[in-house]
């Protein structure tokens, strides 16, 4: 073999020699000398092999399902003098697949989540303040460093970075791309005359999820500290997987309300009008993440039989009590030069009230969780 074969994907993978393989009805049974078993697919193998399904450039499948050949045209199979699985079809090619990227797909890690860092929920007796990283220095090993805390806490800061209004473009835009809303591109918090959002005012702002009101709301979100001299502001986390899960043990009917019963969330705004129907805690599955619909300037109305509709206000009034509950909720002060991350969708965010006795000024952009776990599998191949 002059080289290894070319995988699915541009990652780098280790050469795991294949022990055996054997044909069983339409799938290759592979084991590799640890006792990891296998069983591939025919037609998945075709579509992934370097000279058959594979395209060289792209790495991805150009086979058409409808042209995949039927699963009994895999005639053969056996180990190459490497380790490698060769694969005989009934028209007389040979393909060869990677055992190293057959080995990954084994233990896996093609799922989106298999390579990705484990969520660590916290409350305050673990937590005290944001995970926190001074930017002097930032090279590609602090980028890593950075996303695993924000992929792990749903939180990071960094500090000492520059106090440029364009400064968050150029950070976000390393991680991936920046998702646009109805407030722009990057946008600003700071006390306006006429606010167009309650964030945009000096009044203390509850725990919160931005943009309920979208189909999916924005993954994380990105505040960049430009100016911050007024008294008060100071700002407030909470972790959404620890408080559902006290709310869940210590408040059942509660719980059982709030990821039952829908409420519509709409923006209000004269050149937007967003709307959506959803329960205010939407559970993680393996395969969907928790999402906190929890923002109470944009919930419209009830959307739920009237029966439920005093028990429903019962749990909202539960859950916001729990967001101010001291157990979960970090305080801390932005200062100018201070970049803070978060998770959208797991982490709540709010503000206590900003006196009117300086300036406090902060810019802001969202961006979609796969951006953000796009990069880290990137900066981890």
Not at 227 to 239: A, C, F, K, M, Y
Not at 244 to 261: C, G, M, N, W, Y
Not at 314 to 340: H, N, V
Request: one cysteine or more; charged letters at 25%; aromatic letters at 12%.
């Amino acid at each position: 073999m002059k080289q290894p074969p070319l995988t699915p994907d541009f990652i780098n993978h280790e050469w795991h020699p294949i022990a055996s393989a054997t044909l069983l009805d339409g799938f290759v049974r592979i084991t590799w000398d640890d006792g990891l078993t296998f069983d591939a697919y025919a037609l998945w193998l075709a579509e992934n092999a370097e000279g058959y399904g594979l395209e060289p450039i792209s790495r991805e499948s150009m086979l058409e399902p409808r042209l995949l050949p039927e699963p009994r045209a895999l005639c053969n199979c056996i180990v190459g003098p490497a380790g490698e699985l060769e694969i005989e079809w009934e028209n007389g090619r040979t393909y060869v697949l990677h055992p190293g990227w057959l080995r990954y797909a084994a233990e896996g890690k093609l799922t989106p989540n298999k390579s990705l860092p484990d969520l660590q929920p916290w409350n305050t007796d673990t937590l005290i303040e944001p995970p926190t990283i001074n930017y002097t220095g930032f090279n590609d090993y602090v980028f890593k460093e950075w996303l695993t805390l924000l992929i792990k806490y749903g939180a990071a800061r960094l500090t000492e970075t520059p106090i440029e209004d364009h400064f968050i473009e150029e950070i976000a835009t390393k991680v991936g791309c920046i998702r646009s809303s109805n407030f722009g591109y990057i946008f600003s918090v700071e006390s306006k005359a006429e606010p167009d959002s309650t964030a945009n005012t000096m009044l203390s702002l509850g725990q919160h999820t931005d943009l309920p009101s979208r189909e999916t709301p924005p993954g994380f979100q990105f505040l960049h500290c430009l100016v911050n001299d007024s008294s008060g502001g100071e700002s407030l986390l909470s972790d959404g997987y620890t408080l559902v899960k006290a709310i869940r043990e210590e408040q059942p009917e509660a719980f059982e309300s709030l990821t039952t019963d829908e409420w519509v969330f709409m923006n209000r705004a004269e050149d937007a009008d967003h709307r959506w129907i959803g329960p205010c805690i939407e559970l993680p599955s393996a395969n969907r993440p928790l999402t906190l619909r929890a923002f109470y300037p944009v919930r419209s109305m009830p959307h739920m039989p009237k029966s439920r509709i005093k028990n429903a206000y019962a749990a909202l009034k539960i859950f916001y009590e729990y967001t101010r509950d001291q157990r979960f909720t970090i305080r801390y002060r932005l200062s100018p030069g201070d970049l803070i991350v978060f998770d959208n969708r797991r982490i709540l965010h709010g503000r206590d009230e900003i006196l009117p006795d300086g300036e406090r000024r902060l810019v802001g952009c969202y961006m979609d969780q796969d951006e953000v776990y796009s990069r880290f599998r990137v900066l981890n191949r």
